[in-house]
């Protein structure tokens, strides 16, 4: 485990290959390794405007501060990830199932190629991934939905709190959209 809240000042953190948690300071940087496998599991907890990267391979789970950034390498990873409000969760090129929690509201989040379940909040701007199947719950209301470019989409949308607005894409899809 390692602390870098306790630290002043980012610091620059690479993880490994087997289990590992990290708690991130304000402005640090974590990198999944290169090295990881399907075995590689990882906790990491955000600090304010913190970078993470994800790595190729292993299962992660993040739990994200204001203004994070989360990437993922392109490759299988499984991730679930909580967002918090301001972040930038970009999936592209990552073929491993992800869970993401964007319901803090005025997050971005950008799915990847695997099987993507999404749950938005209102001020979201969510595009579904390339690939696989993608699920948007959007019943939180006034979201921006991209279809994906690939794959299979279901989005439910709504009317509370302000209409979602939702721009095609090639996916095949199918939308449903709740009260009124």
């Known amino acids: 485990?390692?602390?870098?809240?306790?630290?002043?000042?980012?610091?620059?953190?690479?993880?490994?290959?087997?289990?590992?948690?990290?708690?991130?300071?304000?402005?640090?940087?974590?990198?999944?390794?290169?090295?990881?496998?399907?075995?590689?599991?990882?906790?990491?907890?955000?600090?304010?405007?913190?970078?993470?990267?994800l790595a190729t391979a292993g299962n992660y789970t993040v739990a994200s501060a204001q203004g994070d950034t989360i990437t993922a390498a392109a490759g299988a990873a499984n991730v679930q990830i909580g967002g918090a409000a301001g972040d930038l969760i970009d999936l592209t090129g990552n073929t491993g199932s992800a869970t993401i929690i964007a319901t803090a509201g005025n997050e971005t989040v950008i799915g990847g190629s695997g099987n993507t379940t999404i749950y938005g909040g209102?001020?979201?701007?969510?595009?579904?991934?390339?690939g696989g199947f993608t699920y948007v719950d959007g019943t939180a209301g006034g979201m921006r939905i991209n279809i994906g470019s690939g794959g299979a989409n279901l989005i439910i949308g709504s009317f509370a709190g302000g209409p979602d607005t939702i721009t095609g894409g090639a996916a095949t899809v199918q939308i449903q959209f709740l009260g009124d």
Not at 19 to 27: E, H, I, L, S, W
Not at 29 to 49: F, M, P, R
């Open 122 to 130: 209102f001020g979201d701007s969510i595009t579904a991934g390339a």
């Open 1 to 53: 485990m390692l602390d870098a809240s306790q630290h002043p000042g980012p610091e620059s953190i690479v993880g490994g290959t087997g289990a590992y948690v990290v708690f991130g300071g304000a402005g640090s940087t974590v990198v999944g390794s290169a090295n990881s496998n399907s075995g590689t599991t990882a906790q990491i907890v955000g600090a304010l405007n913190m970078s993470i990267v």
